[in-house]
């Protein structure tokens, strides 16, 4: 907190220097009013696009660490080969490749929005079935077996016993993943995506000063982060009520 | 002593258990009465653990047959599960859940395998941490407990899908001294109970007192079986006698 109020100081003392031009956000005037406001108008889509997307993510990494985990060599092929191929694709080639590949191989129309949910959930699913797994082997084989001993289910262990302890082990890598699907959301502005980075180039190429409209898009990245970070110390704290 | 001397409850076989090449148990024959206490003990590696954990499935055995309430043992899905709610079992590590309440605990395999309701769950965990004597711990978390009541959740837990047997796999040896007795107590009134039971332990006092059959083992094989009272006297085994000279004068 201390650094970005620090950042903020040396920023506006910067622009009292003749090279800045803050005039182009400057709230106090209508079109710097309206070109703030447009630039903030690509949040709800940076949002919206990387909640979906670490949703799906979530969910499609467990389903793919569960197999990784089994004794059947086959189904940990089947885990093996997901994640090795699925991480070797560059996220900005995986978003090129949904959008403009996809529609032709599965026959199908696709929206940006949704192109960009399926490559970064694509994309990121293969790193959150690696934390899934390595939080899943790090519970002690103990708690398996005292859950056999009350006679519970393979899915009961699951959902009851290992997942909430390695889900609060993992919180911290989780947190990392969604910061970092945050970030990676500005590579869908490549495909026409409303959001955050997408609006800010659109103003640059009508106001030509960068300087300002970037770094204002760093500031917007900046915050949401951090709020983003704070939510999950509170959950970790949460979570570890157990522990006090 | 035996109450039904008649059809055993657990007929285990000519059992015998591999990890790869280390042969873990040498064709066993066991024979558990229904209201019988048997204590196992024997030096570590000897199979002890194994032999238990078998009995519930923790382990599968390649060779002989584990019968238990009329039920063969084998690899389908069905047997285990008639067995698994039948065999309640307590850990050295005590394993309890450590994100759940001592009551969550307890009630979890009731309510998700036995498909009691949330209230007739409760009322039992009440009246088994009562039997174990700390009512008092229901709401706090396994971390907030000592060793002994942790111990002594478990059995409570155990007891909660009311098996027919009990199987103590050391239940006392990553406890500090002073609270072993808390739970041998515990352990004591419930083989008064007329609870089937077998445990692994070294706790030769515990064993006197309950034990109707008391079991030897070394290198996987049972070496020695009595009734304890020719058992701590006249052991017909070398190693026996060597082994009971040293937990008994250690």
Same mark, same amino acid.
């Given at each position: 907190? &201390?650094?970005?109020?620090?950042?903020?100081?040396?920023?506006?003392?910067?622009?009292?220097?003749?090279?800045? =031009?803050?005039?182009?956000?400057?709230?106090?005037? &209508?079109? =710097?009013?309206?070109?703030?406001?447009? !630039?903030?108008?690509?949040?709800?889509?940076?949002?919206?696009?990387?909640?979906?997307?670490?949703?799906?993510?979530?969910?499609?990494?467990?389903?793919? %660490?569960?197999?990784?985990?089994?004794?059947?060599?086959?189904?940990?092929?089947?885990?093996?080969?997901?994640?090795?191929?699925?991480?070797?694709?560059?996220?900005?080639?995986?978003?090129?490749?949904?959008?403009?590949?996809?529609?032709?191989?599965?026959? *199908?129309? *696709?929206?940006?929005?949704? %192109?960009?949910?399926?490559?970064?959930?694509?994309?990121?699913?293969?790193?959150?079935?690696?934390?899934?797994?390595?939080?899943?082997?790090?519970?002690?084989?103990?708690?398996?077996?005292?859950?056999?001993?009350?006679?519970?289910?393979?899915?009961?262990?699951?959902?009851?016993?290992?997942?909430?302890?390695?889900?609060?082990?993992? !919180?911290?890598?989780?947190?990392?993943?969604?910061?970092?699907?945050?970030?990676?959301?500005?590579?869908?502005?490549? *495909?026409?995506?409303?959001? !955050?980075?997408?609006?800010?180039?659109?103003?640059?190429?009508?106001?030509?000063?960068?300087?300002?409209?970037?770094?204002?898009?760093?500031?917007?990245?900046?915050?949401?982060?951090?709020?983003?970070? %704070?939510?999950?110390?509170?959950?970790?704290?949460?979570?570890?009520?157990?522990? &006090? | 002593?035996?109450?039904?001397?008649?059809?055993?409850?657990?007929?285990?076989?000519?059992?015998?258990?591999?990890?790869?090449?280390?042969?873990?148990?040498?064709?066993?024959?066991?024979?558990?009465?229904?209201?019988?206490?048997?204590?196992?003990?024997?030096?570590?590696?000897? #199979?002890?653990?194994?032999?238990?954990?078998? $009995?519930?499935?923790?382990?599968?055995?390649?060779?002989?047959?584990?019968?238990?309430?009329? $039920?063969?043992?084998?690899?389908?899905?069905?047997?285990?599960?008639?067995?698994?709610?039948?065999?309640?079992?307590?850990?050295?590590?005590?394993?309890?859940?450590?994100?759940?309440?001592?009551?969550?605990?307890?009630?979890?395999?009731?309510?998700?395998?036995?498909?009691?309701?949330?209230?007739?769950?409760?009322?039992?965990?009440?009246?088994?941490?009562?039997?174990?004597?700390?009512?008092?711990?229901?709401?706090?978390?396994?971390?907030?407990?000592?060793?002994?009541?942790?111990?002594?959740?478990?059995?409570?837990?155990?007891?909660?899908?009311?098996?027919?047997?009990?199987?103590?796999?050391?239940?006392?040896?990553?406890?500090?001294?002073?609270? $072993?007795?808390?739970?041998?107590?515990?352990?004591?009134?419930?083989?008064?109970?007329?609870?089937?039971?077998?445990?692994?332990?070294?706790?030769? #006092?515990?064993?006197?007192?309950?034990?109707?059959?008391?079991?030897?083992?070394?290198?996987?094989?049972?070496?020695?079986?009595?009734?304890?009272?020719?058992?701590?006297?006249?052991?017909?085994?070398?190693?026996?006698?060597?082994?009971?000279?040293?937990?008994?004068?250690?």
């Amino acid at each position: 907190m &201390k650094l970005f109020l620090l950042m903020m100081t040396a920023l506006l003392l910067g622009g009292c220097s003749g090279d800045w =031009g803050w005039y182009v956000v400057n709230p106090a005037t &209508k079109s =710097g009013m309206n070109n703030l406001s447009f !630039l903030l108008s690509g949040l709800y889509y940076t949002i919206l696009l990387s909640v979906t997307a670490i949703i799906i993510s979530v969910v499609v990494g467990l389903l793919v %660490a569960l197999p990784g985990l089994s004794k059947n060599p086959f189904l940990r092929g089947i885990n093996r080969v997901y994640v090795e191929i699925v991480r070797a694709v560059p996220i900005l080639v995986m978003i090129l490749w949904v959008y403009y590949g996809l529609p032709q191989v599965a026959d *199908i129309s *696709i929206t940006v929005f949704w %192109a960009g949910v399926i490559a970064l959930a694509l994309s990121d699913s293969a790193f959150e079935a690696e934390i899934f797994r390595a939080g899943i082997q790090s519970i002690d084989k103990g708690q398996y077996e005292a859950s056999h001993s009350i006679s519970l289910s393979y899915t009961d262990t699951m959902r009851f016993v290992i997942l909430p302890q390695a889900i609060k082990r993992i !919180l911290p890598a989780l947190g990392n993943q969604l910061v970092y699907m945050l970030k990676m959301s500005s590579l869908v502005s490549v *495909i026409g995506m409303q959001e !955050l980075t997408r609006k800010a180039n659109e103003l640059v190429v009508t106001e030509y000063r960068p300087l300002e409209i970037y770094t204002i898009l760093v500031l917007e990245y900046l915050v949401l982060i951090l709020i983003v970070s %704070a939510g999950v110390r509170w959950l970790e704290r949460r979570m570890n009520a157990d522990e &006090k | 002593m035996p109450v039904d001397p008649q059809s055993p409850l657990i007929s285990i076989r000519d059992v015998s258990k591999f990890f790869d090449d280390f042969q873990a148990l040498k064709d066993v024959d066991l024979e558990v009465k229904p209201g019988e206490k048997v204590v196992v003990c024997g030096p570590s590696g000897s #199979g002890k653990s194994t032999l238990i954990r078998c $009995i519930n499935q923790l382990e599968k055995h390649e060779k002989g047959s584990i019968i238990v309430d009329g $039920i063969e043992l084998t690899s389908s899905k069905a047997s285990l599960n008639a067995i698994r709610s039948k065999v309640g079992m307590v850990f050295q590590q005590f394993n309890l859940f450590p994100h759940l309440t001592v009551m969550d605990n307890l009630t979890l395999g009731p309510i998700r395998s036995k498909g009691l309701s949330k209230q007739q769950a409760d009322d039992m965990a009440m009246k088994y941490l009562e039997r174990v004597r700390i009512p008092e711990q229901a709401n706090k978390y396994p971390r907030q407990l000592s060793g002994g009541q942790q111990q002594r959740v478990a059995i409570a837990r155990s007891l909660c899908m009311e098996p027919e047997i009990m199987l103590f796999d050391e239940p006392t040896s990553a406890l500090d001294p002073e609270m $072993i007795n808390e739970v041998l107590e515990v352990m004591t009134e419930l083989a008064e109970s007329g609870m089937t039971m077998i445990c692994v332990t070294h706790e030769m #006092g515990f064993a006197r007192k309950v034990a109707d059959k008391m079991v030897f083992m070394d290198h996987g094989e049972i070496v020695e079986m009595s009734e304890p009272g020719k058992f701590f006297t006249e052991p017909d085994s070398q190693r026996c006698q060597d082994f009971l000279q040293q937990i008994l004068h250690h």
